[in-house]
């Protein structure tokens, strides 16, 4: 008898921005159905309203549990919360939208934890939605953490040119130098490493970027904050046979890495990593959530107010978010009480 492909909770993310409209095209993408069972935990409604504005002839089929879903071509199914007024204005902030992000993804990690799926794959949050309704998180990253017990997780974005992991992602940039320190940074490197092994690459070499222009040139830029933060990490985790390679010119370490020569870089602030990253491959990127005791994978990108409801997002990231959660699932689910 042949294996059943992973079962994986899609979360539909803030319901006026495109996330319904990107989830309901993905979802019907045959490539997806051919790596996975993917059901939504969402609002069955807004995924019927998406699916109009995009002209899909589609069944949207609500379902207790993912695993009473029956997949046919054509069908979505959903997990119904039924949150969301069925007036709910595309594209515009809404704070029951917020809290309604909210227990999707508090219901997919309850699901994901106890075993009752193989994986999570979100969509988009909108951080102001989500916090006018009283969450208060940076973000996916830090949620996720929290609602699985997690102390210390990794952000690491993903597309076919290049990977990285981010050492500090949502705080600011005075806070992120002043947060970057040796151990952070060894545990960072470590958790990438880890997750490029698992997926298949059995001795990643990573690029390790510095914090100053230039990696600080030998002290010309700076106050010595390679040496003091970064270097000692990498000694460190060279002497175990780990293959870290810096510290290095961010500018430098992102051409590099999209010819080939890293399998993964290690930024050491937010914007240090998405910028390269979304110039090399927004599209089709993927968002990784590296240290929970969960799959989690995610678009690389946010709600889009401004084309929310018409039809016109691109359901690419969504595609390989699903295709990267069913390559990572590989653990049998827990079986049904």
């Known amino acids: ?19 319904p409209e990107v989830v309901v095209a993905a979802l019907l993408d045959d490539a997806v159905l051919a790596r996975c069972r993917p059901v939504v935990i969402g609002d069955a409604q807004r995924l019927r309203e998406a699916a109009r504005i995009l002209g899909l002839d589609c069944e949207i089929a609500a379902v207790d549990h993912p695993r009473d879903a029956g997949f046919t071509p054509g069908r979505v199914n959903v997990v119904d919360l039924g949150l969301l007024p069925a007036d709910l204005p595309w594209g515009t902030l809404s704070p029951v939208a917020g809290d309604a992000a909210y227990a999707y993804i508090e219901r997919a990690a309850e699901l994901a934890v106890a075993g009752e799926v193989h994986a999570i794959c979100t969509a988009p949050l909108n ?25 210390e997780v ?10 990285v992991i981010h050492v500090t992602t949502h705080i600011g940039l005075i806070d992120a130098v002043n947060r970057i320190e040796p151990g952070l940074v060894e545990r960072t490197v470590r958790r990438g490493h880890d997750a490029m092994v698992r997926a298949g690459t059995p001795k990643p070499v990573i690029g390790v970027c510095g914090i100053n222009p230039h990696a600080g040139e030998n002290g010309l830029f700076g106050y ?8 000692p990490a ?8 780990v293959d870290a390679r810096g510290p290095l010119p961010a500018d430098t370490a992102f051409f590099l890495a999209s010819r080939g020569d890293y399998d993964l870089i290690v930024a050491m602030y937010h914007d240090q990593g ?25 678009v690389d990108h946010g709600t889009a107010f401004d084309i929310a409801g018409t039809g016109t997002a691109e359901a690419g990231s969504m595609v390989e978010a699903l295709r990267q959660a069913a390559e990572m699932a590989t653990a049998p689910l827990a079986p049904a009480a």
């Open 1 to 19: 008898m042949s294996t059943p492909l992973p079962l994986i909770a899609v979360t539909m993310g803030d319901g006026a921005g495109i996330g």
């Open 127 to 151: 951080k102001e939605a989500l916090h006018a309704a009283g969450h208060i998180y940076p973000g996916h990253t830090e949620l996720l953490a929290h609602l699985t017990g997690t102390e």
């Open 154 to 163: 990794s952000m690491m974005l993903s597309t076919e040119k290049v990977k």
């Open 224 to 231: 010595g904050e390679e040496d003091e933060k970064i270097v």
């Open 234 to 241: 990498l000694e460190k985790l060279r002497a175990e046979g």
């Open 274 to 298: 998405h910028g390269p990253v979304k110039v090399l491959g927004i599209e089709a990127g993927v968002n990784l959530t590296v240290g929970l005791p969960v799959i989690r994978t995610s």
